[in-house]
């Protein structure tokens, strides 16, 4: 998948997280706590993200083992999905 999805008719999302006004890093840390609930493979979708955190994030992504599969911008709104690896 491209970084900036254009739909997610494709993508199956297995849990959401909403930190609309967490300031960091609790966003973070619960991203951290979902993303351990979930199986090896699904997705999970992360809305309310401020634009600069997005590259801390690709980075835990990396660091962790996990995918960063694309974001989306939604009515000003800032969804990222990444994948349990």
Same mark, same amino acid.
């Given at each position: 998948?491209?970084?900036?999805?254009?739909?997610?008719?494709?993508?199956?999302?297995?849990?959401?997280?909403?930190?609309?006004?967490?300031?960091?890093?609790?966003?973070?840390?619960?991203? !951290? !706590?979902?993303?351990?609930?979930?199986?090896?493979?699904?997705?999970?979708?992360?809305?309310?993200?401020?634009?600069?955190?997005?590259?801390?994030?690709?980075?835990?992504?990396?660091?962790?083992?996990?995918?960063?599969?694309?974001?989306?911008?939604?009515?000003?709104?800032?969804?990222?999905?990444?994948?349990?690896?």
């Amino acid at each position: 998948m491209s970084e900036l999805l254009k739909t997610t008719e494709d993508v199956k999302i297995a849990a959401t997280l909403d930190v609309n006004g967490l300031n960091c890093p609790l966003p973070l840390l619960l991203i !951290k !706590k979902t993303v351990t609930t979930l199986s090896s493979g699904d997705i999970l979708q992360v809305n309310g993200l401020q634009s600069g955190f997005r590259s801390d994030f690709k980075g835990w992504c990396e660091r962790n083992g996990h995918f960063f599969i694309g974001e989306k911008d939604q009515y000003g709104n800032k969804i990222i999905f990444i994948k349990k690896g």
